[in-house]
C-alpha cells in the first residue's frame, strides 16, 4: 500500500477510525504488554497521530496517555511507509531534541511500525521503547511489523462491526417505522357522523420498539346504526399490520350486510385463523352493533373476543359491564361467540377500550377494571369528546408501555 | 429492552420428574421473554426421552401480556403436536385473570 503524505486527509481516516479518547481495551493491551515481553523492553505503545498530539490507545510501562506532537519518535513514523528506527536516540540528529530524549524518560532506543490502513493513510504506530541503546534483527523488525499489523486488523474490525451494528440499527428503525406508518395508516381518519350519537375515538400509541397494538374502527351499517369495534393485535411489524388491516376489512364487509357482532367475530376468526401470514398472531376484540336511535332510544349489541368488556355508564352514575367472554380471535377454529344486547337512552355513555387503557388507569398488569369505572362514573351525562379528554389525562399522566386506544359513544 | 418500571427477572427452569417434566417460569413474560421460554420448550420436546406429560409451572409468574399468553398457547400446541398431555400449573391471580378476559381458560388442562 501506497502511504498517502496528505496530512488533512490522513486526520479524516484517523477521525473515522473513532479511536481517538476511547477508554482503555483489553486487545490492544495485550499486545504492547506481548511487544514489551518479546522484545524485553520496558515501553510499548500503541500511539495515535492526531493533529497536535500524540494520543496512546495503550500504553505499557508508561503511565502519560498522551504527548505533543514533537517531531522526531511517532510524528516522523507516521510519514514512513516502513519501520521508523532509532537505535541512539541521544546521538541521532533525528531525535536528539525530542523532549523524550532530552527529558526525564531518557529515552534512547525507539522503534515504530506505522498502523496502516487498508486505504494507505498512517494512523499512529506501534512503537517499543528502552532507556539504553539497542539494535533490532531483521527478524525482530518483520515480528513488530506484523504485531503492528494485529493492531491494525483490530481497529479495522472494530470499525466493521460499529458499521455494521449502525447499519443494522438504521435497517430496523426504517423497518418499526414503515410499519408504525402502516399501522397508523389502518386508524380511520376520522369518526364518521351517525344520526343520534355523538362519538370520540383515540389510539395513544406506545413509545416502545413494539409495533402492533390498537385498533379501533366505526362504521355506519347496513341496518342504519353502525358498528363500534376496538381491537389489540398480538404480533409485531407488518405482520401485525397485516392482520389489523385484514381484521378492520372483514368487519366492514360483514357490517356492509345484516349482521350481528357474534356472527361477525366467528366470521373474523375463520379468516385470520386461515389467512395469518404470521402464525401465532391473533386479536382481541369488543364489537359493538348500535342500532338506530329514535327518540332517545336504541340496543347496543356486545360480542367480545378475548377482550375487556366494554362500559355502559347511565346518566345516574351506575357503570355496567357488558358482553360474555370469548376466545381470542385467530387462533383456532374452534371457538365461539355470544351477541348480548343492552337498552341505552339519551344520556347513556358506551365505552370500549383496550387493555392497555386498563393499565394506565389501573396500574401494569391489571386486569380489574374497577379503576376505570370509577374514573368514568363521575363523567355520567357529559358529551363524548369530554369523556375522551379526561381519559387522555389518565393516559397522558405516564408514559405508556403499550397501546391504548378507547371510543366513547353517547346517545343524544 | 424493555421499559417497564421495576424489572422482574424472567427465569425459565426445567425440572425432570418422574415420568413428567416440569418447566417453571417466574418473573414477567412479555414479547422480549417469549424467545427465552420457547427455547426451554423446544429443548424438552426434542430431548431423546419424550415425558408422559409436560407440566407448565406458571404460577411465579407476576405477569403476563398477550405476547406472553401466545407463548403459553404456543407451548400447549407443540405439546399437543407430539401427542403428550400438557398441564398448566397456576394459582389463581394475574394469570388466571388474564386467560379469563381473553376467553382461553378452558383451553388448558390443568394441574
Redesign the interface.
Known amino acids: 500500500v501506497n502511504v498517502v503524505t496528505d496530512e488533512a486527509q490522513r486526520l479524516a481516516a484517523v477521525r473515522r477510525y473513532e479511536v481517538l479518547d476511547t477508554p482503555p481495551d483489553g486487545a490492544f493491551e495485550r499486545i504492547t504488554a506481548l511487544a514489551a515481553r518479546l522484545f524485553d523492553v520496558p515501553i510499548s505503545i500503541v500511539s495515535i497521530v492526531d493533529a497536535d498530539r500524540i494520543w496512546f490507545k495503550s500504553h505499557h510501562g508508561v503511565d502519560v496517555p498522551e504527548i505533543d506532537r514533537e517531531p522526531g519518535l511517532c510524528a516522523s513514523a507516521v510519514l514512513q511507509s516502513g519501520p521508523w528506527l532509532v537505535n541512539d536516540a541521544r546521538n541521532d540528529p533525528r531525535t536528539l531534541a525530542n523532549p523524550l530524549v532530552a527529558g526525564e524518560l531518557g529515552l534512547q532506543f525507539y522503534a515504530g511500525v506505522p498502523l496502516t490502513t487498508h486505504d494507505g493513510y498512517n494512523l499512529g504506530t506501534l512503537c517499543i521503547i528502552d532507556q539504553r541503546p539497542r539494535q533490532l534483527s531483521e527478524a525482530q523488525v518483520a515480528s513488530l511489523t506484523d504485531l503492528a499489523q494485529v493492531v491494525m486488523d483490530e481497529l479495522e474490525l472494530r470499525l466493521a462491526a460499529r458499521r455494521t451494528v449502525e447499519l443494522e440499527s438504521q435497517l430496523r428503525r426504517s423497518a418499526e417505522q414503515v410499519a408504525r406508518t402502516l399501522q397508523q395508516s389502518l386508524l380511520p381518519a376520522r369518526v364518521p357522523a351517525v344520526a343520534g350519537l355523538d362519538i370520540a375515538a383515540r389510539c395513544h400509541v406506545a413509545n416502545?420498539d413494539?409495533v402492533g397494538g390498537d385498533f379501533y374502527d366505526v362504521v355506519p351499517d347496513a341496518d342504519g346504526g353502525c358498528a363500534v369495534v376496538v381491537g389489540?393485535v398480538?404480533g409485531?411489524g407488518t405482520s401485525a399490520a397485516a392482520l389489523t388491516g385484514t381484521a378492520r376489512w372483514v368487519l366492514r364487509a360483514t357490517v356492509a350486510e345484516p349482521w350481528t357482532p357474534a356472527r361477525a367475530l366467528a366470521r373474523l376468526n375463520a379468516v385470520l385463523v386461515r389467512a395469518q401470514e404470521q402464525p401465532?398472531d391473533?386479536c382481541?376484540a369488543a364489537l359493538v352493533r348500535v342500532d338506530p336511535v329514535r327518540d332517545g332510544r336504541t340496543t347496543v349489541t356486545v360480542g367480545?373476543?378475548?377482550?375487556?368488556h366494554p362500559l355502559i355508564v347511565r346518566t345516574d352514575g351506575t357503570v355496567e359491564a357488558l358482553g360474555r367472554?370469548?376466545?381470542?380471535v385467530g387462533?383456532?377454529l374452534d371457538?365461539e361467540y355470544t351477541d348480548v344486547a343492552v337498552p341505552m337512552t339519551s344520556g347513556d355513555l358506551l365505552v370500549l377500550f383496550t387493555?392497555g387503557t386498563l393499565e394506565v388507569v389501573a396500574g401494569?398488569?391489571a386486569?380489574?377494571d374497577r379503576e376505570v369505572r370509577a374514573l368514568l362514573a363521575p363523567l355520567a351525562g357529559q358529551e363524548a369528546e369530554a369523556v375522551a379528554r379526561a381519559l387522555d389525562d389518565a393516559l397522558g399522566a405516564v408514559?405508556l408501555?403499550?397501546d391504548a386506544a378507547f371510543v366513547v359513544v353517547a346517545v343524544q | 429492552v424493555s421499559?417497564?418500571?421495576e424489572d422482574i427477572p424472567f427465569v425459565v427452569r426445567t425440572e425432570p420428574c418422574g415420568d413428567h417434566v416440569r418447566v417453571l417460569i417466574s418473573g414477567?413474560l412479555d414479547?422480549h421473554r417469549e424467545a427465552e421460554l420457547h427455547s426451554a420448550w423446544e429443548a424438552v420436546i426434542s430431548s431423546a426421552e419424550t415425558p408422559q406429560r409436560l407440566v407448565l409451572d406458571v404460577s411465579g409468574l407476576?405477569?403476563?401480556?398477550?405476547?406472553g399468553?401466545?407463548a403459553l398457547?404456543?407451548c400447549r400446541d407443540r405439546a399437543h403436536a407430539i401427542g403428550v398431555p400438557f398441564l398448566l400449573a397456576v394459582t389463581p391471580g394475574?394469570v388466571t385473570?388474564?386467560l379469563?378476559?381473553?376467553?382461553?381458560q378452558d383451553?388448558f388442562d390443568y394441574a
Not at chain 1, 367480545?304 to 375487556?308: M, S, V
Not at chain 2, 407476576?62 to 405476547?67: A, I, W
Open positions: 416502545t413494539q389489540d398480538c409485531k401465532g391473533y382481541t367480545l373476543a378475548g377482550h375487556p367472554t370469548s376466545p381470542v387462533w383456532t371457538a387493555d401494569h398488569g386486569t380489574d408514559p408501555q403499550d | 421499559e417497564s418500571v414477567e414479547l407476576r405477569f403476563l401480556d398477550s405476547s399468553m401466545r398457547l404456543v394475574p385473570r388474564l379469563r378476559i381473553a376467553g382461553v383451553w
